[in-house]
Nanobody, 131 residues
Framework: QVQLVESGGGSVQAGGSLTLSCAASWYAFNSACMGWFRQGPGKEREVVATIDNDHTTHYADSVKGRFIISKDNAKNTLDLQMNSLKPEDTAMYYC?????????????????????????WGQGTQVTVSS
């Protein structure tokens, strides 16, 4: 069974930090690729960061140098440390997992669109950054 549950969202002032966590079932965690995505008001869902089963990471340009994605093997969680938050980071944040191992390095490195391989999603956690 594939299950994903996000937590850690909240309200923070610009410049602050938050850490999101996604508790994953075994199948969800031991997948080809996991990622964090976000959808702001009136916007399409976008890639924030991804990590593959070799722990190679990829980031959207808008968050490079500020966000860190990681997997905690002891807890089966996918984490997103967010620093230097900006008002434009305000969005619903989702974690997702992809079980497609074919060409996973291609789709896991894509940051300009949400690959259809990500078929399993959590319910989301809201992040609000005030100026």
């Amino acid at each position: 069974q594939v299950q994903l549950v996000e937590s850690g969202g909240g309200s923070v002032q610009a410049g602050g930090s938050l850490t999101l966590s996604c508790a994953a079932s075994w199948y969800a965690f031991n997948s080809a690729c996991m990622g964090w995505f976000r959808q702001g008001p009136g916007k399409e869902r976008e890639v924030v960061a991804t990590i593959d089963n070799d722990h190679t990471t990829h980031y959207a340009d808008s968050v490079k140098g500020r966000f860190i994605i990681s997997k905690d093997n002891a807890k089966n969680t996918l984490d997103l440390q967010m620093n230097s938050l900006k008002p434009e980071d305000t969005a619903m944040y989702y974690c997702a997992t992809a079980l497609v191992y074919s060409n996973y390095d291609d789709y896991c490195s894509a940051t300009s669109y949400v690959p259809p391989a990500f078929r399993y999603w959590g319910q989301g956690t809201q992040v609000t950054v005030s100026s």
